[in-house]
Every structure is written in structure tokens, then in C-alpha cells.
T-cell receptor, first 112, second 116 residues
């Protein structure tokens, strides 16, 4: 199956700092999503971004499908940004639609 | 829309008991997914349905697990008998998928299952 690698695995930053999270995947995909899992365990959709660039407030994401990676940018980080960020991808093969496969996540801790 | 609704939010049960987790997908969505999250294995897909039909159940751990989707607005995941290693957070997700294409999936708040 498709491999999804996220880096770094852990990131500790001071409030106000900027960060870049990376997601590499091993095959062509037709769906890529970024999620934030907050300290209460809830998975929150951030971006649906199989290609191109999107922005939502302090967050933005870019996917370069031809090079098989996606980046999530967090600017002016706040303590509420703490949690685990997951990248998940999906592809369609000759065998039909395949499952949404998650990376292992980046644990972000923002220190006041 | 209220989003994907799962119940219960927390479940504590004794080993050997039957456990039933419930999910109501977002209205209009035609695909439903059950995921399990553990520290060791991360988020893994158990089974998914499209138009109420199970498409891929290769992630279901063993025969103790079963899932049903009797209609477009309801699904259950049942574990019988439950074992301590089944302790995890179980997520349900739904999406609206046109033929041969996949779009954004939305997750419920999860059910935290503890089997003692």
C-alpha cells in the first residue's frame, strides 16, 4: 500500500513562532487532507488539498502532487494550535478506490 | 449540519462482553468509514461502506468484529466478545463520493473504548 511519512515527529515551539510540517507520500494520490487532532482527541479537518495551495487564516497548505509531498504552514502559533497534525492520502488504482491512509503525525507543542 | 455523530462517547466494559458502537453520518454522504486509533498502530481503517454496501473490510481485525449499515443514516460496529486489546478510540467518518472520485472526509468525535 501507499506509504505516508510525516516530519518532524515532534515539534516544540514558543508562542508566536512559525512552523512548517511536511508530508511525503510514495505514490500518486487523488485526495490529500490535513487534520488537527486536539488534546481532547477530536479530528478536525484543516484542508482538503490534493494539489495547489490553500490558506485559512494563520494556516496554509501546499501540495506538489508531481513531487509527492505536501506542506502545512502555521504562522504566529498559539497554544491552541497544540496537538497532533495528520496528513492522510487516498488514491485510485486499477483496482478501484483505495482507503484513506494516515501518516504517523507530527506532535506540536506550543509553549506560552 | 451537526456533523458525524457517534455514540457513546465513552464505553467501559468487561472482557467478554458485547460492545456496540454507533454512527450517524452527515446527511447526503454516501461513504462511511470506521477507523481505530491506538498508540501502537496509529489510525487504521477497519471497514468502509459505499451506498450502504461494505466495500473493503480487510482492516477488520478478526471475526469478533462486525459492522453493518442498514440504511444511509446509520451504522454500527460490534465487538463480540470484547478483549482488553480492543481498547482504543474508534472513529467514524463520512464523505460524499461521486463515482471514481474521492472528496473530503469528515470525522466524528470518536468513541473511547476501554475493555477491562
Amino acid at each position: 500500500g501507499i506509504q505516508v511519512e510525516q516530519s518532524p515527529p515532534d515539534l516544540i515551539l514558543q508562542e508566536g513562532a512559525n512552523s512548517t510540517l511536511r508530508c511525503n507520500f510514495s505514490d500518486s494520490v487523488n485526495n490529500l487532507q490535513w487534520f488537527h487532532q486536539n488534546p481532547w482527541g477530536q479530528l478536525i479537518n484543516l484542508f482538503y488539498i490534493p494539489s495547489g495551495t490553500k490558506q485559512n487564516g494563520r494556516l496554509s497548505a501546499t501540495t506538489v502532487a508531481t513531487e509527492r509531498y505536501s506542506l502545512l504552514y502555521i504562522s504566529s502559533s498559539q497554544t491552541t494550535d497544540s496537538g497532533v497534525y495528520f496528513c492522510a492520502v487516498e488514491r485510485t488504482s486499477n483496482f478501484g478506490n483505495e482507503k484513506l491512509t494516515f501518516g504517523t503525525g507530527t506532535r506540536l507543542t506550543i509553549i506560552p | 449540519d451537526a456533523g458525524v455523530i457517534q455514540s457513546p462517547r465513552h464505553e467501559v466494559t468487561e472482557m467478554g462482553q458485547e460492545v456496540t458502537l454507533r454512527c450517524k453520518p452527515i446527511s447526503g454522504h454516501n461513504s462511511l468509514f470506521w477507523y481505530r486509533q491506538t498508540m501502537m498502530r496509529g489510525l487504521e481503517l477497519l471497514i468502509y461502506f459505499n451506498n450502504n454496501v461494505p466495500i473493503d473490510d480487510s482492516g477488520m481485525p478478526e471475526d469478533r468484529f462486525s459492522a453493518k449499515m442498514p440504511n444511509a443514516s446509520f451504522s454500527t460496529l460490534k465487538i463480540q466478545p470484547s478483549e482488553p486489546r480492543d481498547s482504543a478510540v474508534y472513529f467514524c467518518a463520512s464523505s460524499h463520493n461521486p463515482p471514481a472520485n474521492w472528496v473530503e472526509a469528515f470525522f466524528g468525535q470518536g468513541t473511547r473504548l476501554t475493555v477491562v
